[in-house]
């Protein structure tokens, strides 16, 4: 049974920072995506980043326009933590922060992954 555990959300003020985990069991990574997603309300579920694992050092890294600078995507050597180092935050950046593992079709930032996790809160907020 696949399971992606995320932990490390929270509220922080505008400026700060945060470090998301997502925790895999149950699947193997190499040569699979992993990504995040959040969701604010009202709006739709938005791909943030992702991480193509392809074994050997060889990963991919791909990043929404909205974080590319602020944020960055990488895995322990297990393969099958992922984080999301988030900094400068923004009020724009508060959302439910989601882990997603296995792209079964389209694009990185599409939703069709097949396993989710359950999602941590971010709140950036003065």
């Known amino acids: 049974q696949v399971q992606l555990v995320e932990s490390g959300g929270g509220s922080v003020p505008p400026g700060g920072s945060l470090r998301l985990s997502c925790a895999a069991s149950g699947y193997t990574a190499r040569h699979n995506f992993m990504g995040w997603f959040r969701q604010a309300p009202g709006k739709e579920r938005e791909g943030v980043a992702s991480?193509?694992?392809?074994?050997?050092?060889?990963?991919?890294?791909y990043y929404a326009d909205s974080v590319k600078g602020r944020f960055t995507i990488s895995r322990d050597s297990t393969e099958n933590t992922v984080y999301l180092q988030m900094n400068n935050l923004g009020p724009e950046d508060t959302a439910m922060y989601y882990c997603?593992?296995?792209?079964?079709?389209?694009?990185?930032?599409?939703?069709?992954?097949?396993?989710w996790g359950q999602g941590t809160q971010v709140t950036v907020s003065s």
């Open positions: 997603a593992a296995v792209l079964e079709t389209g694009r990185w930032n599409g939703t069709n992954y097949k396993y």
């Open positions: 991480i193509y694992t392809g074994g050997g050092g060889a990963d991919s890294y």
